[in-house]
């Protein structure tokens, strides 16, 4: 297909150069310059894609971010879902097609870079068009740091898609000019391709620079295709512009309904034509320029339907001289389209005249672009004249400007734009300078718009093909049903209609529903109100917001000093936090299951080794440490004497349990807290605000020493003779039960290395933890292997410490609690202290809900089949008497929260919360899994060695 509706010549495209592109299976080519909507229409082709819901034809609405139905998916060179037609600027190689809504991810990683920049500056201009650059100019002519940011690929704003003349000469040579002079300043950021997408307190704005014309398959390596701008102004200018808004009627989402501007835009910047034969429908001025712009290029213009009964006598002259007619007092009320297709055919008028066309441009006025001013809590109201919301008061640090503030003339957006510069530098304590601007051509006096939201309601029209939000489907029909159903309030009716929730958040389709609203409510527009502008402006990839955070640098991992010799050994890594901790070492033909029974054997049998370095080390000093923890622990602390270790729980103000582990008193004044790996940094978190924000008269000094001490419990019954082997000998330690007691520690030298011995268990089996200085770690993990060769060491994982934990009724904070579990519903009443007057979560204990009997409890389960190993979060249900299941919703007693295999029980055992399940010790309940129930006694949760014998050899 030939670029038929080119120009001969004009535009700002790069006719030297063509590119070649891809459409929905068809080669088309464009030019540099070009976006996708211009290459397509540069080819006649308005249809894009389908509707969501309807499956109507859609096509290209607009020039840019406003268009409401453009959407396609990217395939080459990297796939890309739901990006406007309007805003992808046009590359060699592109491969894209339509889609009705929904596109679809990549099924491979996207290589591309994207990345972040910090910038700080006295004055942030958002908006390149007239106003912007003019408060530019005099924000750094006074000296002023300033960050012009703009979405377009070059600077002018409206200017680039007019014909519009400064001082006798193309408005855009003054843009020029005003860049160039931008640019050689050292104190301004200028930013083309750069979309502000949200504002926040303090002069804080997230932009998005597009750092590539194509999506960056040949992009340099150190370029990144989108960056995130984080910029912080002592003052924000806004002169973000204003979106034109369309008119409803019958049939008004046909391919070849476009914005009046966006014909222009089309025309003035790319030289494309939207059409041979274009009706223009207007409310207002504005469309005027379009109708004689494409009149001279061409375009046979049948009629500028203008819906006031006297539009400007100047602008009915300059359609007459191009032989246009102008039908004042008229109105649009329909269309009719070609077959197959589906683009406008005809625009139907209310007095039933039928205008053949191609191309239907209409203009319903302007809505100012006031989201950046909304989302940084700018009030806005209801201007009756624009039909339009604008600002209606200051915000501290912000200021709207030029069509953004209401201001809709190249005169005013000038002198408007200039006059709030200048009173901005001021403000900052700049001496503002004086600025000559180009003088625009004398305006003849114009008519006011007239506020047209939708057609009148007439015979034989049809609510439900009149579109106000085309990308949700949304109609007149939507908005009569809200308001049916008592609705009244913008906010409401958006959420029950789904109207501004697409791409283009509201863009054409908000404020026009308003208007409707307020029609069919008969209430004032001002009181409908419109729907809250929120970040984004535009849709932001998620990819970008991650820029380098993602993968590793998105959840670093995190390495033992151990990594490499488990790496060597074939383990296999589990995620625990973000540290990686071998989960099992299989032996060749062994799976999980098998190595993990080896495992525990071993374990339980002779003597099993685990790098428990990751396991969270909090070191507390200061004379009031005791008095601390005290306030922290469940349990008593500050009696603990220097040599011991005591087992301790921490609760949440509510009394729910937060995290477990052991203490160790190192000193007078110092003690290190042992924590759960996945809960170091919380616990630490957690134990600064108490310090800083309730408690900050104690004494105390909390320091993170995680990473610097290596720990391995050494379990088993014959750890003992490892232990000994390594640490014992002539000046060593004396590792027999009188000399070194359970839940005491020892310190010691291994070769001049400190070393420090604790007689702590997981397992229930006599065992020592083993920690030493990180650096060191490798060598003394080697010596324990040497050493304990002869008694059958075996280095086991995270799978196997569970399930030796779970064995013994050690619950996981997190696995075998889920936020409404306290000590006592595990089972350890004995963990909370009688006798301290006050600590975190004491209070709550008290509470009726915490001392229900049917309370959810932990409890052991055994499979009656002795076979099925149950599957983690499985509910537990009970039978009615007459062994039948209760009628749904069947009533659920609790879950499965640990469920192993057991090499010492030689079958399946699990851990569950139960409701009162102290008292169900005993008794039968059962278990749905798949398609069956499997019956489960309820024991207590200590299913191996109650009496605890086995932990001292």
């Known amino acids: ?89 046009l590359f060699d190689g592109l491969v894209a097609h339509g889609i009705p809504g929904q596109g679809r991810l990549a099924e491979i990683g996207d290589e591309a870079r994207y990345d972040s920049r910090h910038r700080h500056v006295d004055v942030l201009v958002v908006g390149a068009g007239p106003a912007g650059l003019a408060a530019a100019l005099t924000a750094s002519r006074a000296g002023a740091r300033v960050a012009l940011v703009d979405e377009q690929s070059e600077a002018g704003g409206a200017l680039l898609g007019s014909a519009d003349l400064l001082d006798g000469r193309p408005a855009l040579e ?145 359609c007459e001289r191009r032989g246009v007619e102008v039908l004042a007092g008229a109105i649009v009320t329909g269309t009719r389209g070609t077959p197959g ?51 209606a008061g200051p915000v501290e640090g912000l200021t709207v400007t030029g069509a953004a503030a209401g201001v809709l003339d190249l005169e005013g957006c000038l002198d408007h734009g200039a006059g709030d510069g200048r009173d901005v530098v001021e403000e900052l304590g700049f001496s503002a300078p004086e600025i000559a601007l180009p003088a625009t051509a004398p305006a003849a006096a114009g008519t006011d718009p007239v506020v047209l939201w939708r057609v009148p309601q007439r015979d034989g029209s049809d609510p439900s093909v009149q579109f106000v939000d085309l990308q949700r489907d949304a109609t007149v029909a939507d908005i009569a049903r809200a308001v049916g159903a008592g609705l009244r309030s913008a906010q409401h009716v958006k959420r029950y209609t789904t109207i501004g929730t697409a791409h283009d958040q509201g863009k054409t389709s908000g404020v026009v529903a308003a208007g409707i609203t307020a029609e069919l409510s008969g209430v004032p527009v ?46 296999v890594w589990e995620d625990v936090g973000q540290w990686k901790r071998p989960r099992y070492y299989p032996r060749p033909g062994e799976d999980m299951e098998a190595a993990v ?31 601390f923890l005290d306030r922290l622990y469940t349990n008593v602390m500050s009696s603990l004497k220097v040599g011991r270790v005591r087992y301790g729980v921490m609760c949440s103000p509510d009394g729910t349990v937060l995290d477990d582990g052991t203490v160790l008193r190192t000193g007078e004044h110092r003690f290190t807290v042992m924590t759960t790996t996945g809960g170091a940094a919380k616990v630490l978190d957690w134990m600064e605000e108490w310090l800083q ?11 993170s020493t995680t990473e610097q001490w290596a720990a391995f419990p050494v379990v088993g019954p014959r750890s003992r003779d490892v232990v000994g082997a390594v640490f014992g000998g002539p000046g060593g330690v004396d590792v027999s039960s009188d000399a070194f007691g359970f839940m005491t520690w020892q310190d010691t030298e291994l070769d001049g290395v400190p070393v420090r011995l604790a007689r702590i268990s997981f397992s229930g089996e006599l065992a020592w933890e083993v920690h030493v200085n990180s650096w060191f770690a490798a060598d003394v993990w080697q010596r ?67 001392q229900r009997p049917d309370r959810k409890q932990l409890v052991g389960l055994l499979p009656v089949d002795r076979a099925t190993v149950l599957p983690e979060g ?36 699990a851990l569950a919360l139960v409701q009162g399940g102290e008292q169900r010790h005993g008794q039968r309940l059962h278990v749905p899994v798949g398609d069956r129930l499997v019956a489960v006694e309820i024991t207590g949760p200590v299913l191996v060695d109650p009496e605890g014998a086995r932990r001292d050899g």
Request: charged share 25%; proline share 7%.
């Open 1 to 89: 297909m030939s670029d038929a509706f080119r120009t001969p010549d004009g535009g700002r495209v790069d006719r030297s150069t063509t590119l070649s592109f891809t459409f929905d299976g068809e080669p088309l080519t464009g030019h540099p310059g070009d976006t996708l909507a211009s290459a397509l229409l540069a080819h006649g082709r308005h249809r894009v894609t389908t509707s969501i819901k309807l499956g109507r034809p859609r096509g290209i609405g607009a020039a840019w971010a406003e268009d409401p139905s453009s959407l396609v998916q990217i395939e080459e060179p990297f796939p890309e879902p739901m990006l406007l037609a309007t805003t992808v600027e």
């Open 174 to 318: 003054w843009v020029a000019a005003a860049v160039a002079e931008l640019r050689a300043n050292p104190d301004v950021t200028h930013l083309q391709r750069t979309t502000a997408f949200g504002a926040y307190d303090d002069g804080f704005v997230l932009a998005l620079e597009r750092r590539t014309d194509h999506l960056g398959a040949d992009a340099p390596q150190t370029r990144s295709r989108q960056r995130v701008w984080r910029l912080r102004a002592r003052h924000v200018v806004v002169a973000t512009g204003a979106h034109e808004r369309p008119v409803v009627f019958d049939d008004n989402d046909r391919p070849g309904i476009l914005l009046a501007h966006g014909a222009r835009t089309f025309l003035h910047r790319y030289g494309v034509l939207v059409g041979r034969e274009a009706v223009v429908f207007t409310t207002n001025d504005s469309a005027y320029d379009v109708a004689t712009d494409l009149a001279g290029a061409g375009v046979r213009v049948r009629a500028v339907v203008d819906a006031r009964p006297r539009p400007p006598a100047h602008r009915v002259r300059e």
């Open 341 to 391: 297709t589906g683009r406008v055919s005809a625009a139907v008028l209310d007095d039933e005249r039928v205008l053949a066309c191609d191309a239907l441009l209409v203009s319903g006025g302007w809505n100012p672009a006031v989201h950046l001013f909304s989302q940084a809590g700018g009030k806005l109201r209801f201007d009756d004249v624009l039909g339009a919301f604008v600002p």
């Open 526 to 571: 001002r009181d409908v109100g419109v729907t809250t502008f929120r970040p984004p402006y535009t849709p932001v990839a998620f990819a970008a917001l991650a820029g380098r955070d993602r993968g590793r640098r998105f959840d670093p991992e995190r390495f033992t000093a151990l990594h490499d010799w488990h790496e060597a050994h074939g383990a």
């Open 597 to 627: 029974l080896r495992e525990c054997a071993a374990a339980r049998s002779r003597v099993g080794v685990l790098d428990g370095s990751t396991l969270g080390k909090i070191d507390v000093q200061g004379p009031d440490a005791g008095e």
């Open 693 to 703: 924000t309730e408690w900050p008269g104690l004494r105390v000094h909390l320091t």
């Open 784 to 850: 324990l292997i040497a050493a304990g060769r002869e008694h059958g060491i075996t280095p086991y994982g995270t799978e196997t410490m569970h399930v030796l934990r779970a064995e013994k009724g050690y619950p996981i904070i997190g696995q075998d609690t889920d936020g409404t579990v306290t000590p006592q519903d595990l089972g350890m009443s004995w963990v909370v202290s009688g006798k301290k007057a006050d600590f975190v979560g004491k209070r709550s204990f008290a509470r009726a809900d915490n």
């Open 874 to 909: 499985s509910q537990v249900i009970d039978f009615r008497a007459d062994g039948q299941l209760p009628p749904p919703p069947v009533p659920m007693l609790g879950h499965v929260t640990s469920s192993y295999r057991s090499a010492f029980l030689e079958r399946p055992f």
